[in-house]
């Protein structure tokens, strides 16, 4: 499975940004997906997931309110609505697969990985 993730950008605090993930697999709906961010000195934190069929989500209290993950089975897509975006949101945002039918807070639950994509809100 390559996951590619893509929409970051600098942005000012308060304004909304869109990420995607776009997935290879040929089952894709057989995979939970999760995102996670890495802020420079810091390790890597769950921020969101979502069920295989997209009925149960789960996010971060850091971000619960602020963020939305969403899916289309059709397009092989995850996405993370990222709204009123904060200085302490800027980080290096990766998405995940799992096999699993939930996501999960730990990265050791996750099987692939796609390439990160920097979100960048200045303070």
């Known amino acids: 499975v390559q996951l590619q993730a893509s929409g970051g950008g600098l942005v000012q605090a308060g304004d909304s940004l869109r990420l995607s993930c776009a997935a290879s697999a040929r089952q894709f709906n057989t995979y939970a997906m999760g995102w996670f961010r890495q802020a420079p000195g810091k390790e890597r934190e769950f921020v969101g997931g979502?069920?295989?069929?997209?009925?149960?989500?789960y996010y971060a209290d850091s971000v619960k309110g602020r963020f939305t993950i969403s899916r289309d089975n059709a397009k092989n897509t995850t996405y993370l609505q990222m709204n009123s975006l904060r200085p302490e949101d800027t980080a290096i945002y990766y998405c995940?697969?799992?096999?699993?039918?939930?996501?999960?807070?730990?990265?050791?639950?996750?099987?692939?990985w796609g390439r990160g994509t920097q979100v960048t809100s200045p303070a």
């Open positions: 995940a697969a799992s096999r699993w039918y939930s996501p999960g807070h730990s990265t050791s639950r996750y099987d692939y």
């Open positions: 979502i069920s295989w069929s997209g009925d149960n989500t």
